[in-house]
C-alpha cells in the first residue's frame, strides 16, 4: 500500500513515524516531506499548497491513500480534488475546513449552537471597530484576523495604543492580506490552556490524549509568539470532569453543529480550549494536527493510525480503535538563533545519527536539510526532541538529556517545557 503524506514539519514526521508502525510494508511519500523525513519516507518536491500538482502527483504514483495535514491546503479543498480525482482521502473538506481558515465561520457556528467561547463581535471597518474598544473600554482585550495568518493573527492588546496599532496592521496595512479585511474583536479569557485533538469521521469524534503547547519564545512565557517551542501530553490540568464537560459541552455540539450546515468534519479535530472558572471554553479550532502538539499526543497512541485515518474518512470510526498508552510525553523544540524574528540557515547539526535520530530519544524533523549525508537547519523550528516514560517528569529529563547532545550553531530553545505542568502534577 502507498500513502502519500502531504508537508513537511515535524507534525508529518510524527504522523508518517506512527503510520509505519504495525504496517511494516507501507509506502510512504511525503511531499514536499525535509531532510529528516527522507529517512522515513520518499520525499518529493511538491509544495504543499499546489493543489493541481499534489493530485497529478498522487495519479502519477498511484498513491492508495492520501493523508493532507497543513492548514493551507485544507482551506484550499486538497481534501475535495483529491476526491473528485478518485482518491481516498483523510483530511476535512473545503467547507468543513472553514471551522479554523475563518475566525468569523467559527465564532458565528460558536454562537449559533451555543458552544462556550469567549463573547465577540466583528468588524469589517477599522473605524467601526476602533469606535467599539474604544466604547468598550476594557483591557487586556483579543484581536484576531478572520483568515489564516501563519499564527501571528491574534493580537491580545493591553491598552487603546496596542489596540490602534493592532487594527492598522491587521486592516489597513493588510499585513495578511485579505484575512484581515474582517476581524474578531473578543473577550479576554482567563484560565490554563488545554488542546486537545481529535478523530472524527463526520459523525463520531473521539478525543486524543490532551496536551499542553508552549507559544511563547522565552522561558516563563515572555517574548512574542511562536509556532509553539514544546509540548507535554497528557495535561494535567484535563481532570476527568474537565474531559466529559468538554465532551457534553463542546466535542460532541460541534460535531453535530457542523453536520447541521452542511459540513460535517471528517479529519484531525483540534480543540483550543482554556479551562476558566465558567468552565472549559473554546479558543480556537483546527482543522488539523497541531504542531508540536502532535510530536507528544503520537507516540502515545496505542493502535493503527493507518486503519484509524481511514476509518474517519469512510464514516466508520470507533472508540475501540484508539487507546492509549499510560505515559507521558515531552517535546522540546531546537530553534534557530533569531527565530520567530529573522534567522539564517544551513547550520550544521551535530548529535544525529545517519538516520536524524539519537539514542533514547525520538526526534522529529522540523526545518532540515540533508545533503551527503549530513543535516543542516532549514527552518526556524529545526528538531522536536521528544521522550515518553512513566512520568512527566522522567520524560521531561530525558527530553532535555537528549537536547544537550544534538544541536548547532546559534540554537535557542526553552528550558522551563512542562515546568507549569509538573507544578500541577504535585498540587
Ligand atoms: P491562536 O493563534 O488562535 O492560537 O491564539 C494565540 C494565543 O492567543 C492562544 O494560544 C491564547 O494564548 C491567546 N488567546 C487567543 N484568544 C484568547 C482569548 N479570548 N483570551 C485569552 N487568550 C487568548
Ligand atoms: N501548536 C499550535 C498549532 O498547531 O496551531
Given at each position: 500500500m502507498r500513502v502519500l503524506v502531504v508537508g513537511g514539519g515535524g507534525r508529518e514526521h510524527a504522523v508518517i513515524r506512527k503510520l509505519k508502525e504495525g504496517n511494516a510494508d507501507l509506502e510512504i511519500l511525503c511531499a514536499p516531506g525535509n531532510g529528516g523525513i527522507s529517512a522515513d519516507a520518499e520525499i518529493i518536491?511538491?509544495?504543499?499548497?499546489?493543489?493541481?500538482?499534489?493530485?497529478?502527483?498522487?495519479?502519477?504514483?498511484?498513491?492508495?491513500?492520501?493523508?493532507?495535514?497543513?492548514?493551507?491546503?485544507?482551506?484550499?479543498?486538497?481534501?475535495?480534488?483529491?476526491?473528485?480525482?478518485?482518491?481516498?482521502?483523510?483530511?476535512?473538506?473545503?467547507?468543513?475546513?472553514?471551522?479554523?481558515?475563518?475566525?468569523?465561520?467559527?465564532?458565528?457556528?460558536?454562537?449559533?449552537?451555543?458552544?462556550?467561547?469567549?463573547?465577540?463581535?466583528?468588524?469589517?471597518?477599522?473605524?467601526?471597530?476602533?469606535?467599539?474598544?474604544?466604547?468598550?473600554?476594557?483591557?487586556?482585550?483579543?484581536?484576531?484576523?478572520?483568515?489564516?495568518?501563519?499564527?501571528?493573527?491574534?493580537?491580545?492588546?493591553?491598552?487603546?495604543?496596542?489596540?490602534?496599532?493592532?487594527?492598522?496592521?491587521?486592516?489597513?496595512?493588510?499585513?495578511?492580506?485579505?484575512?484581515?479585511?474582517?476581524?474578531?474583536?473578543?473577550?479576554?479569557?482567563?484560565?490554563?490552556?488545554?488542546?486537545?485533538?481529535?478523530?472524527?469521521?463526520?459523525?463520531?469524534?473521539?478525543?486524543?490524549?490532551?496536551?499542553?503547547?508552549?507559544?511563547?519564545?522565552?522561558?516563563?512565557?515572555?517574548?512574542?509568539?511562536?509556532?509553539?517551542?514544546?509540548?507535554?501530553?497528557?495535561?494535567?490540568?484535563?481532570?476527568?470532569?474537565?474531559?466529559?464537560?468538554?465532551?457534553?459541552?463542546?466535542?460532541?455540539p460541534t460535531m453535530a453543529a457542523m453536520k447541521a450546515e452542511g459540513c460535517p468534519f471528517s479529519g484531525c479535530l483540534y480543540f483550543g480550549l482554556i479551562l476558566t472558572e465558567d468552565g472549559p471554553k473554546v479558543i480556537e479550532y483546527n482543522s488539523r494536527f497541531g504542531d508540536p502538539e502532535t510530536q507528544v499526543v503520537l507516540p502515545l497512541l496505542d493502535g493503527n493510525l493507518l486503519e484509524i485515518m481511514q476509518a474517519c474518512s469512510k464514516g466508520c470510526l470507533s472508540e475501540d480503535m484508539v487507546h492509549w498508552k499510560k505515559e507521558a510525553a515531552a517535546c522540546v523544540i531546537e530553534a534557530s538563533g533569531g527565530y520567530p524574528g529573522s534567522y539564517e540557515k544551513g547550520k550544521r547539526i551535530e548529535g544525529l545519527r545517519e538516520d536524524g535520530q539519537a539514542d533514547g530519544v525520538m526526534v522529529f524533523h522540523s526545518g532540515t536539510k540533508k545533503t551527503d549525508g549530513v543535516y543542516y537547519t532549514n527552518g526556524g523550528r529545526v528538531l522536536g526532541i521528544t521522550a515518553c516514560a512513566p512520568t512527566l517528569k522522567e520524560a521531561l529529563a530525558k527530553a532535555y538529556e537528549g537536547v544537550e547532545r544534538i544541536g548547532f550553531e546559534g540554537m535557542h530553545y526553552r528550558r522551563d517545557i512542562g515546568a507549569k505542568a509538573l507544578k500541577g502534577c504535585e498540587e
Open positions: 518536491p511538491v509544495s504543499a499548497t499546489d493543489v493541481e500538482g499534489m493530485v497529478a502527483l498522487a495519479k502519477e504514483r498511484q498513491a492508495d491513500y492520501v493523508v493532507v495535514t497543513p492548514d493551507d491546503p485544507l482551506a484550499l479543498g486538497m481534501v475535495d480534488a483529491m476526491k473528485e480525482a478518485g482518491f481516498d482521502a483523510f483530511g476535512p473538506t473545503k467547507a468543513a475546513a472553514r471551522i479554523e481558515a475563518s475566525k468569523v465561520f467559527s465564532k458565528n457556528l460558536m454562537r449559533k449552537y451555543g458552544i462556550p467561547t469567549a463573547g465577540y463581535e466583528v468588524f469589517t471597518s477599522p473605524e467601526t471597530a476602533l469606535a467599539y474598544v474604544r466604547e468598550n473600554n476594557r483591557y487586556p482585550t483579543v484581536i484576531k484576523a478572520d483568515g489564516l495568518a501563519l499564527g501571528k493573527g491574534v493580537i491580545i492588546a493591553q491598552d487603546e495604543e496596542e489596540a490602534k496599532a493592532a487594527l492598522h496592521h491587521l486592516m489597513v496595512d493588510k499585513a495578511f492580506g485579505e484575512s484581515g479585511s474582517r476581524v474578531v474583536i473578543e473577550e479576554f479569557l482567563t484560565g490554563v490552556e488545554v488542546s486537545v485533538l481529535s478523530f472524527a469521521d463526520g459523525n463520531t469524534i473521539v478525543p486524543m490524549v490532551s496536551s499542553m503547547d508552549h507559544k511563547r519564545v522565552n522561558d516563563n512565557d515572555e517574548g512574542p509568539n511562536t509556532g509553539g517551542m514544546g509540548t507535554i501530553a497528557p495535561s494535567p490540568f484535563y481532570t476527568r470532569e474537565a474531559a466529559e464537560r468538554c465532551m457534553e459541552e463542546i466535542f460532541l
